[in-house]
């Protein structure tokens, strides 16, 4: 009798010696394949989370699942899996899949506002992406900035261009609300850092101001000459003439810029207006804003497209009209 206990008790010890073995195998090889995405929803037991698991692959067989429930409770993480969608990269062990569940780590997406594109432009991006909980979709301009606490403002401009990160569920007014944020406070910033003696009576004014240079290059280098004209001609009370102006201003605009669009008056013919627009045109990067109160010093006036990207500065409207038929015209 006391060998047949002892016969079961070395067969019990080595059956738990290969259960901790097989135990330690599961929980240490690393996930393979594809990363894989899981959705874990508010409420949901911790059954139903290791079910998921298995459904995607990560947890191979209802013996690993097991495994994981033991090791979770054992270490308390059973009851504080988050919800929200993680992101299960390959080479990820299962006590690592459920330290970022633990963590709270969400899986990210990103939305890049580009420089110069519009606010309408914006809308559509957060329209179209299927991460962005639209909430705003149906309110016009003045609702979604009363929703975002900026009531009363003109939302063109106001967005600061970067790439932002976020979950999915994040809603477009956070969105709109972390990169009206950041605008709000770099233009502050930028404001008290300007160069003395600029034409601009606010920050909102080198707003406008950064929004058309920003229309007018996409070459980095010119930005500040850009500033140059504009700062120069408003000091003189000159009109700024300038096309992305008077397109911002026309309805529908259909890409071909007519006589017709340059005699009509209105707020944003810059050729027939003085001064800067009533609003921005466009939502400015950190560069254009920095070049707006930080104008390059020089005597240019004018700028003609070379038709490459960069621009042909002039002093004089004699030189400037012989740029403008040199480059536009194609005549020497």
Wanted: glycine share 8%.
């Amino acid at each position: 009798m006391k060998r047949i206990l002892t016969l079961l008790l070395l067969l019990g010890m080595a059956a738990v010696i290969a259960v901790i073995l097989d135990a330690r195998h599961a929980l240490g090889t690393p996930v393979g394949g594809e990363a894989r995405t899981v959705f874990i929803q508010s409420g949901s037991s911790f059954r139903t989370v290791v079910g998921q698991l298995e459904s995607l692959g990560v947890i191979r067989t209802p013996r690993h699942a097991l495994y994981v429930r033991a090791w979770a409770r054992v270490r308390g993480q059973a009851s504080r899996v988050r919800s929200g969608e993680y992101e299960i990269e390959p080479g990820m062990t299962l006590p690592q899949v459920l330290n970022l569940m633990v963590s709270g780590r969400h899986k990210q997406y990103r939305l890049t506002i580009v420089e110069g594109s519009t606010f309408s432009q914006l809308r559509a991006q957060l329209a179209a992406h299927d991460a962005i909980d639209n909430r705003l979709a149906d309110q016009d301009a003045p609702a979604v900035m009363t929703a975002i606490g900026a009531e009363g403002e003109h939302p063109e401009g106001r967005f600061m261009p970067d790439t932002y990160y976020f979950p999915r569920g994040f809603t477009d007014q956070a969105f709109l609300k972390r990169a009206y944020n950041a605008m709000a406070t770099h233009l502050e910033q930028a404001w008290a850092g300007r160069a003395d003696d600029l034409p601009l009576e606010n920050a909102y004014d080198a707003l406008k101001l950064a929004s058309i240079i920003e229309k007018e290059t996409g070459v980095p280098a010119e930005r500040d000459r850009i500033a140059g004209v504009f700062v120069r001609r408003l000091q003189r009370g000159m009109l700024l003439q300038t096309d992305p102006v008077v397109i911002y201003g026309i309805e529908d605009f259909d890409g071909n810029l007519r006589r017709v669009h340059l005699r009509s008056d209105g707020p944003y013919n810059s050729y027939r207006r003085p001064g800067l627009p009533p609003t921005p045109i466009a939502l400015p990067g950190r560069e254009s804003i920095h070049a707006a109160l930080h104008p390059a010093d020089g005597d240019s006036l004018y700028f003609v497209s070379r038709g490459d990207g960069s621009h042909k500065f002039s002093a004089t409207l004699a030189e400037h009209n012989r740029a403008v038929r040199k480059y536009q015209l194609n005549k020497p």
